[in-house]
């Protein structure tokens, strides 16, 4: 079976500065995704960034982009610029795709200090 | 993406007793999911529902507990049957939609159970 590990439980950042939340997971597969969901205190899960394994490139979006190591099974997130709406608990998570449902890691609570 | 509403968003309910959750989205989706997420963790997947079949539990969880109905391809619930104290958790749904193997989650169920 899958796993996925978040050691940080929490993690505390200046705003406008830039802070990594570390994801590795373990399988056996070749092909799989990666997600990485942001869960604010109104309790939605929110998609941040998503990563194919078979692809090299690293994805972005606006702030947010990833380390993908997949010899490492290595997953980890960085936000540029932090601002106070990024505090969230934060959740990699491992989908085999298709009707893969998803793994969640313990997640990573963000804190934001003004 | 696609536009889910969970019905209801938070419920009182005495042990024994059961509630079902509906969960609506917008648009037609084949796949569509239901996770727990108890107090302070993690999301856990406790079921897969596709239209038309049954729908295909994780380990830990069955189907006279958390029976679950798929009518047609925008609609699904989750019923918590013979309630406990240890059925308070957030109930989320989520569908597979907006690009390949992604999901996107609904608002979520808060249920506490006395």
């Known amino acids: 079976a899958q796993t996925v590990t978040q050691s940080q439980p929490e993690m505390s950042v200046q705003e406008a500065e830039t802070v990594t939340l570390s994801c590795t997971y373990d399988?056996?597969?070749?092909?799989?995704?990666l997600f990485w969901y942001k869960q604010p205190p109104s309790r939605q899960m929110i998609l941040v960034i998503r990563?194919?394994?078979?692809?090299?490139q690293n994805a972005t979006e606006n702030r947010f982009s990833v380390n993908f190591q997949k010899a490492a099974k290595s997953f980890s997130l960085k936000i540029s610029d932090s601002q106070l709406g990024d505090a969230a608990m934060y959740f990699c998570a491992y989908s085999g795709g298709g009707a893969d449902g998803l793994t969640f890691g313990k997640g990573t609570h963000l804190i934001i200090q003004p | 993406s696609a536009v889910i509403s969970q019905k209801p968003s938070r419920d009182i309910c005495q042990r024994g007793t059961s509630l079902t959750i509906q969960c609506q989205v917008d648009?037609?989706?084949?796949?569509m999911f239901w996770y727990r997420q108890q107090p302070g963790q993690s999301l856990t997947l406790i079921a897969t529902?596709?239209?038309?079949?049954?729908?295909?539990?994780e380990s830990g969880f069955v189907i006279d507990k958390f029976p679950i109905s798929r009518p047609n391809l925008t609609f699904s619930t989750l019923t918590v049957s013979n309630m406990s104290p240890e059925d308070s958790s957030i109930y989320l749904c989520?569908?597979?939609?907006?690009?390949?193997?992604?999901?996107?989650f609904g608002p979520g169920t808060r249920l506490t159970v006395l």
């Open positions: 648009s037609q989706v084949t796949m």
């Open positions: 529902a596709n239209q038309g079949s049954e729908a295909t539990y």
């Open positions: 989520s569908v597979l939609t907006g690009g390949p193997d992604t999901q996107y």
């Open positions: 399988t056996s597969e070749s092909d799989y995704y």
């Open positions: 990563q194919e394994a078979y692809k090299q």
